[in-house]
């Protein structure tokens, strides 16, 4: 069965690193995104990215943030200089299209020291 | 802006009981519906979706959720729990026409006990 995978899964980095957490979507899919889930909270959007493009980001998706498809099959989140807020369950997903499930990746769980 | 409130975060019950997840959602649009289930240490998985038609929707592993309109519900039910439906469960919504992205509940941990 195709699924969503995320490297790595547990990554600590200090304060004021730049991280890069990557994902391989479905090979088939269109449509890429990255969730997040600080501990004991909701899972949030974060970003679309759809034909090479962002096609919608939140709030959270600032300046620090990037997200590239290098190849055909990595999707990546950057963060340039990591806060302690920063802290979270980082979650890739992909679609085929806009409205059908979303498969998510198991999680790349981001500590900052 | 679309919001989704779980009025439980955590729901205790014995195997072969009946469990209910409550899910309400807040729109001023039209939305497609989700339930997704994270097991420990897991990606989030599709359990069911409402995108139209018959308001009771069946989904894997015995769920089922019922869409009700005029209650802006999306309540999750399962006739009779097993130990390995211990998991966390998240309700989630998704504007018709418009963003792909879901806007998620915090979440309900039902824990099944023997």
């Known amino acids: 069965e195709p699924e969503v995978t995320q490297t790595p899964s547990h990554q600590v980095t200090q304060m004021g690193q730049e991280v890069i957490l990557r994902c391989v979507p479905i090979?088939?899919?269109?449509?890429f995104y990255w969730y997040r889930q600080i501990l004991g909270q909701k899972v949030e959007f974060l970003v679309s990215?759809?034909?090479?493009?962002?096609?919608?980001k939140s709030e959270i998706f600032d300046d620090q943030f990037s997200v590239e498809r290098p190849d055909g099959s990595n999707f990546t989140l950057k963060i340039r200089s990591t806060k302690l807020e920063d802290s979270a369950m980082y979650f890739c997903a992909s679609t085929l299209q806009g409205y059908t499930e979303a498969f998510f990746g198991q999680g790349t769980r981001l500590t900052v020291v | 802006a679309q919001s989704v409130t779980q009025l439980d975060s955590q729901v205790p019950v014995f195997e072969e009981a009946p469990v209910e997840l409550r899910c309400n959602y807040s729109?001023?649009?039209?939305?497609?519906l989700f339930w997704y289930v994270q097991y420990p240490n897991q990606g989030l998985q599709l359990l069911l979706k409402y995108l139209s038609g018959s308001t009771l929707v069946k989904g894997i592993n015995g769920f089922e959720a019922e869409f009700n309109k005029s209650q802006t519900s999306f309540h999750l039910r399962k006739p009779s729990v097993h130990i390995s439906d211990t998991a966390e469960y998240f309700c989630?919504?998704?504007?018709?026409?418009?963003?792909?992205?879901?806007?998620f509940g915090k979440g309900t941990k039902l824990t099944v006990n023997p």
């Open positions: 729109s001023s649009v039209s939305v497609y």
């Open positions: 989630a919504v998704m504007r018709q026409g418009g963003s792909e992205k879901l806007v």
């Open positions: 990215f759809y034909n090479n493009e962002i096609s919608e």
């Open positions: 090979s088939n899919h269109l449509y």
